[in-house]
Each structure stands twice: as C-alpha cells, then as structure tokens.
C-alpha cells in the first residue's frame, strides 16, 4: 500500500518529510536519538522544495552550507536519502541559497 497518492505532494506529505529530514539530524523526543547529530539551524536553510515524479520524490533545499548537508564523499545525504525513503526512492538536491547574495 502506498502512504501517499500519485501526483504533486500535498501539505501533509511535504510535512511528514520536513518532519522526517529535521528528526533525522536532531532526534525525536520520544523515541530516536538523531542519525546524524547537526542542528538543522546550522545549514541555514532557506526553502525547501518537492516535486513528485514517475519513480521517485525530488526534495530540492536550499540552504547557506550546501557542503555541510552533503557530506565527506555525499555519506550525510546518502544516508538522509536512505532514511526518508518510505514508499517511494528520494533524490536530495543541495542548492546554495541565493538569499544573500
């Protein structure tokens, strides 16, 4: 059974992933120690996209460290990657925010 229909995310799925990717670096209160300690304030995020295709959920963010979410050799994003995948393959673009500049 798939959790979410086909098309374009709606709120509640864009927020179950919001929820999942800050679980991810910051923990969950009531169960999960984080699966890679950063605080998500530190990446400076600025937006963060969605976009839903054929075969997989493109999550597309942009933030002020992209190399920080990436990771030594992309190791963070791959495991954020494998971590959100539910029903459906994720591809994580990092983007450099352009709020600044």
């Not at 059974?1 to 923990?27: A, D, H, T, V």
Request: positive net charge.
């Amino acid at each position: 059974m798939k959790l979410f229909k086909k098309g374009k995310l709606g709120k509640n799925e864009e927020s179950f992933y919001k929820q999942r990717i800050r679980e991810f670096f910051e923990g969950n209160q009531k169960e999960k120690a984080p699966i890679v300690k950063i605080p998500v304030l530190h990446f400076g995020i600025t937006d963060i996209k969605f976009k839903k295709h054929k075969s997989y959920i493109e999550i597309t963010i942009e933030l002020e460290r992209p190399g920080m979410l990436i990771g030594g050799n992309g190791k963070i994003v791959g495991k954020l990657c494998k971590y959100l995948t539910v029903d459906e393959n994720i591809k994580i673009n990092a983007v450099e925010s352009k709020l600044w500049k």
